[in-house]
T-cell receptor
Framework: GAVVSQHPSRVICKSGTSVKIECRSLDFQATTMFWYRQFPKQSLMLMATSNEGSKATYEQGVEKDKFLINHASLTLSTLTVTSAHPEDSSFYIC???????????????FGQGTRLTVV | AQSVTQLDSQVPVFEEAPVELRCNYSSSVSVYLFWYVQYPNQGLQLLLKYLSGSTLVKGINGFEAEFNKSQTSFHLRKPSVHISDTAEYFCAVSPRSGGYQKVTFGTGTKLQVIP
């Protein structure tokens, strides 16, 4: 089946530093990838939609200058949390939509998530 | 716009007993329906999905779900649970038009299987 690899699985960083999270589709191409944030005991909240070769689309309330998304190839999207603060501590999950068109597909595949802790 | 309601935040059940996890949705357009499972500190794994056709959908690990359009429900069931089924389960919907672009997740149900 389709595999999405997310790295790192856990990261601890100091307040004020930046952290990059990678999301790779290992055996398929994905024009579109999604980034979610999950707070404890809550559901996944879509942060942004990452489109290869173009700017990401951010959901309302998500600071695009703080959460930088780069989708430089059909198999890799990165999320950089800039100037991280303790309130950014969360579980971040990516998913990738197979196919270069991005429309009409019915299922995206999820990475294993990244637990970010900012101290 | 669509919304998903999972009525039970936690469901304890004894091993080998049947279980039903409830999911209701609201949408102004036709939707696809999904159930995902999440084990601790992991991403989501698709259990099953309803796209069209038979309203009874069978998934992995012995789970099944039934789409009920009139009640706008998509409840997940398993006739006999195992300890390994202990996890959090998310119901989700996405609009048929435009594909998977705007999937909406429910708040999740934690299934606790008791030995």
């Amino acid at each position: 089946g389709a595999v999405v690899s997310q790295h790192p699985s856990r990261v601890i960083c100091k307040s004020g530093t930046s952290v990059k999270i990678e999301c790779r589709s290992l055996d398929f191409q994905a024009t579109t990838m999604f980034w979610y944030r999950q707070f404890p005991k809550q559901s996944l909240m879509l942060m942004a939609t990452s489109n290869e070769g173009s700017k990401a689309t951010y959901e309302q309330g998500v600071e695009k200058d703080k959460f930088l998304i780069n989708h430089a190839s059909l198999t890799l999207s990165t999320l950089t949390v800039t100037s991280a603060h303790p309130e950014d501590s969360s579980f971040y999950i990516c998913s990738a939509l197979p196919g270069t068109g991005g429309w009409g597909n019915t299922e995206a595949f999820f990475g294993q998530g990244t637990r970010l802790t900012v101290v | 716009a669509q919304s998903v309601t999972q009525l039970d935040s936690q469901v304890p059940v004894f091993e080998e007993a049947p279980v039903e996890l409830r999911c209701n949705y609201s949408s102004s357009v036709s939707v696809y329906l999904f159930w995902y499972v999440q084990y601790p500190n992991q991403g989501l794994q698709l259990l099953l999905k309803y796209l069209s056709g038979s309203t009874l959908v069978k998934g992995i690990n012995g789970f099944e779900a039934e789409f009920n359009k009139s009640q706008t429900s998509f409840h997940l069931r398993k006739p006999s649970v195992h300890i390994s089924d202990t996890a959090e389960y998310f119901c989700a919907v996405s609009p048929r038009s435009g594909g998977y672009q705007k999937v909406t997740f429910g708040t999740g149900t934690k299934l606790q299987v008791i030995p």
